[in-house]
């Protein structure tokens, strides 16, 4: 791990800083909810 304050963002944290990580969880939602009512994604 880096020390506090050094600026520079984990690998980790770029999702988070790119705004993917809400895409992600939205596209994730959406699939497990056409999977339970055995829907087709188009």
Do not use: F, H, Y
């Not at 963002?9 to 055995?38: F, G, K, M, R, Y």
Request: proline content about 7%; overall charge negative.
């Amino acid at each position: 791990m880096q020390p506090r304050g050094s600026g520079k963002p984990n690998w980790w944290q770029w999702p988070t800083i790119l705004s993917l990580d809400a895409v992600a969880v939205a596209v994730v939602w959406q699939w497990l909810l056409a999977e339970t009512v055995n829907d087709e994604l188009n």
